[in-house]
């Protein structure tokens, strides 16, 4: 069965520096997609960026990027330059599509981010 | 571009009444739609989905139901609420089940308080 699992339950940084939030998963499947969201704290979240695991490059978008260590089982989070409004719950998420339940986005449980100035 | 819209922002309702909470999506013919459940401070967990009107597959079983009785809309409801109903609800929508198009994007969500 596919699981994702977030270590760090809270971080908090200091404004306009790098922090990386880490991530672990399973599945059986050789073809799966990793996926970043944010949750604001009014509860919105919102998608940042995503990993497919054909892909050897790791992902960027804008300020954020991927550190992708597939033989690891590993798709870490890594903002630059934080800023105040980067504070929130960061989600880890796959999803795979050999599996029956390829439908289903299974999540982490979540790492809060504080940026202090 | 695409919009999601999901009624009510919130809800306060009594243990034992019904409930019916909705999504509509605007700017995508036939997305994927889902509908996601969050306890406070926890994970989300996907409920349903559907890929077409009138066709909608059950993930998790929490005495709830969901209906698309649209292209448009998905609608999720119950004839009893309980406690464990209470927490944040999101609805979801990706475009096609490719590779490419399978990323899930989010509605603003509903608070739901069961007393």
């Known amino acids: 069965a596919q699981k994702v699992t977030q270590t760090q339950t809270s971080i908090s940084v200091m404004e306009k520096t790098t922090v990386t939030m880490d991530c672990v998963y399973e599945t059986r499947d050789s073809s799966y997609f990793l996926f970043w969201y944010k949750q604001t704290a009014s509860g919105e979240i919102v998608f940042l960026i995503r990993q497919d695991s054909y892909k050897k490059e790791n992902a960027t978008e804008g300020h954020y990027s991927l550190n992708f260590q597939k033989p690891k089982s590993s798709i870490g989070l890594i903002i630059t330059a934080t800023q105040i409004e980067d504070s929130a719950v960061y989600f880890c998420?796959?999803?795979?599509?050999?599996?029956?339940?390829?439908?289903?986005?299974?999540f982490g449980q979540g790492t809060s981010l504080s940026v202090v100035p | 571009a695409q919009t999601i819209h999901q009624w009510p922002v919130a809800e306060i309702k009594a243990v034992g009444s019904p409930l019916s909470l909705g999504c509509t999506i605007k700017?995508?013919?036939?997305?994927?739609l889902y509908w996601y459940w969050q306890a406070t401070g926890g994970t989300l967990q996907q409920l349903f989905y559907?890929?077409?009107?009138?066709?909608v597959e059950s993930v998790v079983q929490l005495n709830l139901s969901a209906s698309r009785p649209k292209d448009d809309q998905f609608i999720l409801s119950t004839e009893k609420l309980l406690l464990s109903h209470s927490g944040f609800y999101l609805c979801?929508?990706?475009?096609?089940?490719?590779?490419?198009?399978?990323?899930?994007?989010f509605g603003a969500g509903t608070r739901l308080s069961v007393l």
């Open positions: 700017g995508k013919s036939s997305p994927n």
């Open positions: 559907s890929i077409t009107v009138g066709q």
């Open positions: 979801a929508w990706s475009l096609d089940w490719g590779a490419s198009q399978n990323t899930l994007y």
């Open positions: 998420a796959m999803r795979d599509l050999a599996s029956s339940s390829f439908s289903k986005l299974v």
